[in-house]
């Protein structure tokens, strides 16, 4: 399957996120999603197939604020 992501978080149990795709180098969300945290580890699958190719940013946001981000090039 083409431009499906397969991404694992390192989380809080309990704790709510933000996933926000972003194109490199902008600040302006194409995609935002939501979780809830059922354990320490979190793995999540992301069709990314409507997307133009070209880079993103997958951008895991903690309640805090806090950001962690991972290229991913969509080809």
Do not use: C, H, W
Request: net charge positive; no cysteine.
């Amino acid at each position: 399957m083409n431009n499906v992501f397969t991404i694992g978080y390192t989380v809080t149990t309990g704790a709510k996120y933000s996933v926000q795709i972003t194109p490199f180098g902008s600040e302006t969300p194409i995609k935002t999603l939501g979780f809830t945290a059922l354990t320490d580890t979190i793995t999540k699958i992301y069709d990314l197939s409507s997307l133009d190719k070209k880079d993103y940013d997958v951008i895991l946001i903690d309640i805090n604020g806090t950001e962690t981000k991972r290229p991913i090039k969509i080809k």
